[in-house]
């Protein structure tokens, strides 16, 4: 599972403001939550912030009246288009939402938000004869201590802030212990019930409300934006097999290796973003060409048609010597005992 690095730097922020000794706080990178550009983190680098705020209450207590000073600041502006910062997916995801043609668009859009911010939710939309069901759920370890009342109220109050309190909502919910009901209430406009699962019922003609912003000249424009902009779901898995690949292409061609910049925009990313996905997979740049270096010197050696200064100067060391220190490091033996052991082999 995969979190926006916005939304996790939301959540870090929500727990720094609650408990700002949390030790939380100190067992994650903040750069790994870097809002430069947009992309993926893995789970296992937010469930400590995520439990950390479980344990503070913040889903009984805080959630709500975080979400709605979130929701305020994202719509205050967004009955015009024409201050749109088109390099920028916050805002650019804020105005697709903004300029949906209907309030069933505007829902619809709302979910897919959410639901590529964190890829751990779920929901399910179930049109009936006259209402429109939407329930919500986590797929990962969230669901232990969070109840998703918070994108329940999200899309409630989003709803009626923009197309006003006419909208009808009658809200469901299976724990009212877990509920910050005061906070609900005084936000949506509707009946707030009890039930045996969670999910928020609106009247299926609701879903018809024509949005009186809505630009359908700049729809596809902003679409097209947000699909330019959006990272891709990150393969943490081949990162390490085509990062060594560029480095072993790029010793064999250059005879040394480049930095850490210059590698990160052959992948076209940043070098904090290459730096956060080789930190995923629990190695790093420096690692990587020291592993490059470690593989062609041992073939190097095996094929035996270059000196031992020869191998040190393809691999880009300053002078012999550094070669030597570095292959003593590795297995522990020089690279001359190395060549005579495999002579004593054959």
């Known amino acids: 599972m995969f979190y926006l690095n916005s939304f996790a730097f939301g959540l870090y922020h929500a727990l720094k403001e609650i408990d700002p000794t949390n030790n939380a706080l100190k067992t994650i990178k903040l750069d790994a939550f870097s809002v430069d550009e947009p992309c ?14 479980n344990e503070q209450g913040f889903y009984q207590r805080y959630e709500l ?3 709605v000073k979130e929701i305020n600041s994202l719509f205050a502006e967004e009955q015009s288009l024409s201050n749109i910062t088109r390099d920028s997916l916050g805002c650019v995801s804020r105005s697709y939402i903004c300029n949906a043609p209907t309030l ?5 859009r709302t979910i897919e938000f959410f639901m590529f911010s964190n890829r751990a939710m779920s929901f399910d939309i179930n049109a009936q004869t006259d209402h429109v069901q939407i329930k919500f759920c986590f797929n990962n370890k969230e669901q232990i201590f969070n109840s998703g009342y918070g ?20 809200s469901f919910f299976a724990d009212e212990n877990k509920l910050d009901l005061e906070t609900y209430q005084a936000h949506i406009a509707g009946k707030v019930n009890f039930a045996k699962e969670s999910y928020l019922s609106f009247k299926k003609d609701d879903f018809k409300i024509v949005n009186k912003y809505h630009n359908r000249h700049i729809d596809n424009e902003l679409k097209s934006i947000l699909e330019r902009l959006r990272p891709s ?3 943490f898995e081949n990162i390490i097999e085509d990062v060594l690949t560029k480095i072993n292409q790029l010793f064999i061609e250059t005879n040394d290796h480049i930095s850490a910049d210059e590698m990160a925009s052959l992948f076209n990313m940043s070098k904090s973003t290459l730096y956060r996905k080789l930190e995923a997979v629990n190695t790093s740049y420096r690692e990587l060409v020291e592993v490059s270096r470690k593989e062609l010197a041992l073939k190097f050696i095996k094929e035996g048609a270059i000196s031992f200064s020869e191998v040190s100067d393809r691999l880009g060391y300053a002078n012999l010597t550094g070669f030597n220190r570095a292959f003593k490091r590795w297995l522990d033996v020089s690279p001359s005992e190395y060549r005579r052991n495999l002579y004593q082999i054959h």
């Open 233 to 235: 779901e990150p393969d």
């Open 151 to 170: 994108p329940l109220f999200g899309i409630a109050y989003s709803s009626q802030l923009f197309f006003g309190t006419d909208v009808k909502i009658d």
């Open 40 to 53: 993926f983190i893995k789970q296992d680098s937010l469930l400590p912030i995520l439990f950390a705020l």
């Open 65 to 67: 009246k975080w979400l």
């Open 104 to 108: 069933g668009d505007f829902i619809a």
